[in-house]
């Protein structure tokens, strides 16, 4: 009868502590796929977020050697002896400066591929996105046109305000690193790379006002180009 009872009640504790190991078991499983989807949804925004300070790297050099020239600040050339070779030197620096600038376009196409492909047609990371690109389409313009580079914003009227104000892209740009940073990864990743006519509009819509508020009164014919969305 004693061997019965002390039966029982190994029994009885054996299997209450193999089920709170199963139990156990099963919450760890679900807590390591949620770490690892979370740990990988993260490594893809930093993945994008990568690629965008590749873009702002790349897009930085030929700005700056543009601007250079536009603004006559030679002192890069004194090594040449004659005017004929400067302004031969001037024309191959502006053409390699253009060549590096629509390079740079190129690694944000890349960004705004995958920006769709993780978080789908999220409305205001495509605004922020198209915001950036009608700025770029505007330098592009203005490097083709030998045109200066800097051009004001609201909070700017001076041409000395607007070169102080220069960084005001960048600071979209952080905007914009952030807002990948925080949205969500979407569940339903989409089937297509282009919006309906509907979203578009409502996305570049926002565009221009985010536009506006960093640069001014967006060129009228950016809006009507060929939108990258």
């Known amino acids: 009868m004693m061997f019965f009872l002390v039966s029982t009640e ?37 993945e994008i977020i990568d690629e965008l300070d590749e873009f702002v790297i ?11 020239l536009h603004d006559q600040k030679l002192d890069f050339l004194t ?21 590096e600038f629509l390079d740079s376009i190129g690694r944000l196409r890349a960004v705004q591929i995958k920006i769709i492909t993780f978080f789908g047609f999220q409305i205001e990371l495509l605004a922020h996105f198209m915001a950036i690109w009608f700025y770029l389409k505007e330098v592009r313009r203005r490097m ?6 800097f051009f004001g914003s609201p909070r700017q009227t001076t041409e000395v305000e607007i070169r102080a104000g220069e960084d005001d892209l960048y600071v979209l740009i952080d905007k914009f690193r952030l ?37 001014g009164e967006i060129p009228a014919e950016i809006p009507s180009a060929k939108a990258p969305i």
């Not at 005017?83 to 390699?96: G, H, M, N, P, Y």
């Open 179 to 215: 807002l990948i940073a925080s949205t969500p990864k979407t569940n339903s990743p989409p089937l297509r790379l282009k919006t309906h006519p509907e979203e578009a509009k409502e996305v570049q819509r926002h565009a221009q006002e985010i536009y506006r508020s960093f640069f």
């Open 79 to 99: 090594h040449l002896s004659s005017q004929e070779s400067r302004t031969l030197e001037q024309f191959r620096l502006k053409t390699q400066a253009f060549n």
């Open 144 to 149: 083709e046109h030998g045109e200066t580079l």
């Open 10 to 46: 190994f029994w009885q504790g054996f299997w209450q502590g193999f089920f709170e190991l199963v139990a156990l078991g099963i919450v760890a499983y679900f807590v390591n796929v949620i770490y690892a989807r979370r740990t990988n949804t993260n490594q893809k925004k930093q």
């Open 58 to 68: 790349s897009l930085w050099k030929p700005r700056k050697i543009y601007t250079l």
